[in-house]
């Protein structure tokens, strides 16, 4: 270990050792952006970015599990993703089901997909249902893999369903129209059942959700990280908690 390392370590448990747990944020949301950029001044090919990003999935749960959160939601793929030449999309598809696969073999994490499973390959489909089956009854940490995920998609999806439902029913427009509320519409959500997020983190320094939850992160916390996903490190992760602590949630009150 050199000095570097040694002065970071301590830096970190100090940090960790003035968080308040009370004020720990229970549902985190992350958006893993950077894993290019970080490739590129790496001197690194995209999918070697993609790669080092999956890597540090599993720093971070562990994190997570030490500070007391219960849900984790990861956005690993986005709708807008797709439009990537198949030369990038293609090995990323494949990292992503081998991370889930990984996640679901380590037996700490309940792992739940969010998103479109239409809109993926049919191997992708089942390595998902695999893992969320297989973790159904893991008594761990929540870990929503937001494979093929779109904001607009979800609450498309959620009003979709949510129609099917009553349809089914029998209920008319007009009986519809006059029970449709929020909570009505969250109940048809990818999350449905979760807590919403307390906290939404994204790397790589930009500033914007991209539509990332835009249902759920209505009342959020907000933390922006100018270093690149696969260089986050603990201490980032604890600076992000120490700062959502030190914020008063009003909920527009």
């Known amino acids: 270990m050199n000095l570097r390392d040694l002065v ?37 090919s995209a999918v070697q970015g993609h790669q080092a990003g999956a890597d540090k999935i599993s720093e971070l749960l562990g994190w997570c599990s030490e500070t007391d959160v219960e849900v984790v939601t990861l956005w690993l793929l986005s709708t807008d993703n797709f439009d990537r030449p198949e030369a990038e999309l293609i090995p990323l598809l494949g990292i992503i089901e081998n991370t889930v696969r990984q996640l679901a073999s380590d037996g700490r994490w309940r792992v739940h997909h969010v998103g479109t499973l239409d809109l993926l390959p049919s191997r992708t489909q089942t390595v998902l249902k695999e ?26 999806d959620a009003v979709r369903s949510l129609l099917l439902e009553h349809s089914s029913r029998g209920t008319t427009f007009e009986e519809l129209a006059e029970v449709v509320s929020t909570d009505l519409i969250s109940e048809h959500l990818y999350t ?18 991209s539509g990332f939850m835009l249902w759920q992160s209505a009342h959020s916390e907000y933390y922006f990280c100018e270093v690149f ?25």
């Open 229 to 253: 996903w696969p260089a986050f490190r603990k201490v980032d992760f604890l600076r992000a908690l120490r700062d959502y602590a030190a914020r008063h949630r009003r909920y527009g009150a």
């Open 192 to 209: 449905r059942g979760q807590p919403d997020p307390d906290l939404v983190i994204r790397t790589s320094g930009e500033q914007r959700l």
């Open 131 to 156: 893992a969320q089956e297989a973790t159904a009854g893991v008594d761990g940490i929540i870990v929503n893999v937001a494979v093929g995920y779109g904001g607009r998609q979800e609450i498309a």
């Open 8 to 44: 970071y370590g301590l830096y970190a448990r100090r940090v960790g050792g003035r968080l308040d747990h009370d004020q720990v944020p229970k549902h985190i949301g992350v958006i893993l952006d950077g894993n290019r950029r970080w490739a590129k001044a790496s001197g690194g």
